[in-house]
């Protein structure tokens, strides 16, 4: 390495680690904010061992339901020659219910007990504690605060103001074992994903040569991967980043899942619960899904069109590196216990208060960084697409997948940069104390809905729009037909592209929208129907007259049709604003929008890795595991997604971290049939998670001893075909280009009466002699 | 009931070809499009039907949105004349709620009451209104604990002024199925008190007591930040 590289990468490495440690994180007594396990932050940030709490009264072991009078106290505080120390307590209970026993205590659950105004002047405190019906490991965590004793002031007054924290456990009749935190549940279950990617890694290395399999051959083997440039090899990167980081979004889901089983349940806290669905969102959006198209982007386009590499591949190695660190700051604020809590939308002012979480900074850091990876991408993908596609290979010549990332990085390169100035505007409201959001200094909160909808509501198409390049590949393929309407495709996806952009204010019915508006977003979200439909229709139509061979491939893309249409007629509900009143921050929403992202986006990547792994790998993944990960997989998902229709008009809504089912004791916000479909859907989910399993397994059985693939093994039209199986490097001869040629150039074409009048109507004279010459 | 057409529409159509076309091997088909490696195909289309499949679902968004249009005005009707809800009620005027041909509900006047929302519970206030129009109070719900009341008359119309002294929270009425935001901040012209947004609750023989929740994300005890909505006659 010269001097010159030397100095670029020591200021690349400085300016990284300016960008990881110049936000200021702020760590908590005990890492976690609120009054349970930091105290009230009104009575001073450290505590002091001057002050000592006790519990009395609570048994070792107690007995089921029962209840016990226990005595809070303290001794000690500030020391004052004249006044004895008086104060104030908080006691939280993990299990069973705290009830006061006098007017100087009061109850904000049945958790948590504290002191009333008139107990705020004593030493110790009365209440009862009764028991749980069940065998739990109970948990108490009282916090009393000591002054000096004379608050109006006299005698040194109460100026001295203490604290400190007592924790104390009772065990159940019988021993249970301690439940883990989720935190450490999940962050065991990154590390053992992390490890099994390693081992698997190793695994594919040494299958590669296994006589080489030393140190010597790995190093050499390893940085050739660290340092590609290649578009197939930065593509597989993509893809097995995308793939961990939908297992880590997986992961999260399960455990939101569990929480939500049953009614009232305890598993995740609150504030644990905010930060595994704000990256859960975080993650499955930015860090699985758009690397997967990327990935298959990286592999694919350059291939469909004929070119040997992409335009600006140094380029393209910088927007992959650029992914894995904005993940890491994106899960910093994680290992603090002060994870990103603002959901993935990040809603202003509550992303720039002080209640939002420390790691918040960091999340907004992170995908800054992701943001710029996307830019570098879309100026990759649009000019290579431009640029280098074979000759006799026109725009509308392209094969379907291409033009889709080409109308996908066209919507993202324009509303991007809208989500990076958001983003840019909270970093810097919440580092250095700018007040784009302050709403104390002139800020405006709803700039940040208008900047992150424009953004976001196209986003939602950016990682749709590729998986309808997909579909259409695989159901000509699989059908033995061109795909059905061809421009019209390609029409479609353009329409979808413009129409997103002026659609994003449906987000935003509730927020003081003005009728007249709300009329026109209502209007043009409901357009978005039309260029869909023509989509759906097409596909439908090219089955006609087909010989549609079954294969995995072909069960997802059916798949698709099913949950696809079932998530655009969902979607249908929220331009109608009076359904969308209610049906708004519901599990409506999360039914729809799962069903449009999973069984749309994710589903199409299923057909897409079916489809193009034998082209990727040059091994054939064995299709009896692909037709059960279909069946187990559609099946669990359905039962997985279709009941939260349900629950969202019930009145379940989203982002809660537990909900209550009315019973003849209590009033609930729910009817009490809510409670089985959660832990139905909780099953279900645990199975779609676990079928995914055998994809992984299929992938990792098939690259040991699967079958050798041909160039063509599903019969389609387009470049990728011609290679060999896996392409060589460079893909193709930059010296000797394939040719595409035209079926059509030689056919009569007689057009119908409608096709005279629109060729009449949209095709130029001049244009028309042209072609006929 | 058009999304039921639509679904049977599409997925009969998805069924019959799923099998009908389905194929064991593709040795004996013909290949009509000429499909080879290398060549793009020929193009298989036909004008009449593509346009009537962007004409057909055009027409049925545009009446999809016209039938969205009566209730869109009705749940934010204008104050006044053109309004549903008509002048804010005198001193001693009663609302006199009834349905109109749409089965929306129309009013002769409405009250004005006042929802401040804040990080994490809600505060209402009627103002001026005698208790048998509008009360507050606070109340236990066993799994909530103890939650802010806010009790309502039968009969009556009310328009909430609503806003909030932190960060954006939205009460979501779960029996009447309404939700609006309270923002912080947001000011619409100079104004002493800045109520920027407003949500109509009229209350029909229909309504029935109900809790009220937070539906914009706000915090930490987001899922907790309860209400109860008591009608009364």
């Given amino acids: ?773 | 009931m058009i999304s039921f057409f639509v679904s049977v529409f599409t997925f009969t159509w998805l069924y019959h070809h799923s099998f009908w076309y389905r194929s064991e091997d593709a040795d004996g088909y013909k290949n009509p499009d000429e499909i080879a490696v290398g060549v793009f195909p020929k193009h298989n289309d036909d004008m009449r039907l593509e346009v009537a499949w962007t004409i057909a679902p055009f027409i049925l968004i545009v009446w999809l949105t016209y039938v969205s249009w009566v209730p869109l005005d009705a749940v934010w009707s204008e104050t006044g004349e053109d309004g549903y809800h008509g002048e804010e009620c005198e001193e001693g005027q009663s609302s006199n709620n009834r349905l109109d041909d749409y089965g929306i509900v129309t009013s002769e006047c409405y009250h004005v009451i006042e929802i401040t929302a804040k990080q994490w519970v809600w505060a209402f206030d009627c103002l001026d209104l005698p208790t048998e129009i509008c009360d507050t109070g606070s109340d236990n719900i066993e799994v909530y604990g103890t939650v802010p009341l806010l009790s309502l008359k039968t009969g009556e119309t009310y328009l909430a002024n609503m806003r909030s002294e932190d960060v954006t929270h939205a009460p979501w009425f779960l029996g009447m199925g309404v939700k609006e935001d309270t923002l912080y901040g947001a000011q619409i012209g100079p104004s002493e008190y800045n109520w920027p947004t407003t949500v109509w609750l009229p209350i029909s023989s229909v309504v029935d007591d109900q809790i009220i929740l937070c539906t914009e994300y706000c915090g930490d005890a987001h899922s907790v930040m309860a209400g109860k909505l008591v009608v009364h006659q």
């Fill in chain 1, 1 to 773: 390495m010269n001097k010159k590289s030397m100095r670029t990468l020591l200021v690349l490495s400085a300016i990284a680690m300016a960008l990881i440690i110049s936000p200021a994180a702020v760590s908590y007594p005990t890492g976690i904010q609120g009054v349970k396990d930091s105290g009230c932050n009104c009575h001073g940030a450290t505590t002091s061992s001057e002050v000592v709490p006790s519990i009395t009264g609570l048994p070792d072991q107690y007995n089921y339901s029962e209840s016990y009078e226990i005595v809070v106290s303290f001794v000690g505080g500030p020391a004052s020659p004249t006044n004895s120390n008086q104060g104030g307590f908080n006691l939280w209970v993990s299990d069973g219910e705290l009830l006061p026993s006098d007017a100087t205590v009061q109850s904000y659950n049945p958790n948590e007990v504290s002191h009333t105004e008139a107990g705020n002047d004593q030493t110790s405190w009365t209440l009862t504690w009764t028991s749980p019906s069940s065998d739990r490991n109970v948990e108490f965590i009282l916090h009393t605060n000591s002054v000096n004793g004379n608050a109006d002031g006299a005698n040194g007054g109460s100026s001295g103001d203490m604290w400190n924290k007592l924790t104390a456990k009772v065990s159940p009749p019988v021993l249970v074992l301690e439940e883990a935190d989720p935190f450490v549940v999940l962050s065991t279950l990154i590390l053992v994903s992390a490890i099994l990617l390693a081992f698997t890694l190793a695994y594919v290395f040494y299958r590669t040569n296994p006589e080489s399999f030393t140190w010597d051959y790995f190093a050499p083997w390893i940085a050739g991967w660290l340092t590609t440039t290649d578009h197939k090899k930065v593509g597989t990167l993509y893809f097995v980043a995308g793939l961990f980081f939908l297992g880590v979004g997986g992961i999260m889901a399960m455990m939101i899942r569990i929480q939500l089983a049953v009614p009232g349940n305890d598993f995740l806290t609150q504030d644990q619960y905010n930060q595994f669905f704000t990256l859960h969102g975080t993650t499955m959006i930015f860090l699985a899904a758009m690397p997967l198209i990327n990935g298959f982007a990286n592999w694919m386009v350059p291939l469909q069109i004929g070119a040997p590499d992409l335009a600006l591949p140094r380029l393209n190695a910088m927007s992959f590196w650029l992914q894995p660190v904005g993940a890491l700051l994106i899960f910093t604020g994680v290992f603090s216990g002060q994870g990103a809590d603002t959901g993935w939308t990040g809603y202003a002012p509550y992303v720039v208060s002080e209640t939002a979480h420390m790691g918040t900074t960091m999340w907004v850091a992170g995908q800054i960084m992701l943001v710029a990876s996307s830019t570098l991408t879309g100026i990759n993908f649009l000019t290579t697409i431009a640029v280098m596609r074979a000759p006799g290979m026109g725009w509308l010549q392209m094969p379907l997948f291409t033009w889709s990332i080409l109308v996908a990085n066209l919507m993202l390169f324009l509303s991007i940069p809208a989500f990076g100035i958001g983003l840019i505007q909270v970093y810097l409201d919440r580092v250095i104390g700018t007040a784009f959001y302050d709403v104390s200094a002139g800020g405006d909160p709803l700039l940040w809905s208008h900047l992150f909808w424009y953004f976001g509501h196209p986003e939602v198409y950016v990682v749709i729009v590729p998986a309808f390049g997909v579909i259409s590949e695989v159901i000509a393929t699989s059908a033995r037909r061109s795909i059905f309407g061809y421009r019209s495709m390609v029409y479609a996806m353009a329409g979808i592209g413009v129409v997103s952009f002026i659609v994003y204010g449906h987000h935003m019915f509730t927020s003081g929208m003005s009728p007249t508006l709300r009329f026109v977003t209502m209007l043009t979200t409901m357009l978005v129907a039309v260029p869909t439909g023509i989509k759906i229709f097409n596909w439908l139509k090219t089955m006609h007259g087909g010989s549609l061979v079954y294969r995995t491939h072909t069960l997802w893309t059916l798949g698709f049709l099913v949950t696809f249409t079932l998530g655009g007629i969902s979607g249908m509900f929220f331009p109608s604003i009076a359904m969308d009143l209610h049906l708004h921050e519901s599990y409506f929403v999360v039914a729809h929008f799962h069903y449009v992202l999973v069984g749309g986006t994710v589903f199409g990547f299923y057909a897409a890795i079916y489809y193009w792994f034998p082209k990727m790998s040059g091994r054939m993944l064995d299709e009896k595991l692909g037709v059960l990960h279909f069946l187990v997989g559609f099946i669990s998902y359905n039962a997985l997604f279709w009941p939260m229709h349900r629950l969202g008009v019930w009145g379940m809504a989203r982002r809660h971290h537990t909900y209550f089912v009315t019973t003849e004791e209590a009033m609930g916000a729910l009817p009490i049939e809510a409670a089985g479909w959660n832990m139905f859907i909780s099953v279900s989910a645990f199975i779609f998670f676990f079928s995914n399993l055998i994809m992984v397994a299929n992938m990792i059985k098939t690259l040991i001893r699967g079958e050798k693939a041909p160039p063509d093994p599903w019969g389609g039209w387009s470049f990728e075909w011609m290679t060999e199986s896996p392409p060589p490097t460079p893909s193709f001869d930059p010296h000797n280009l394939p040719v595409l040629t035209d079926a059509n150039e030689h056919i009569a074409n007689e057009p119908g009466t409608l096709s005279k009048l629109f060729n009449r109507l949209m095709v130029s004279e001049e244009d028309t002699e042209e072609v006929t010459h």
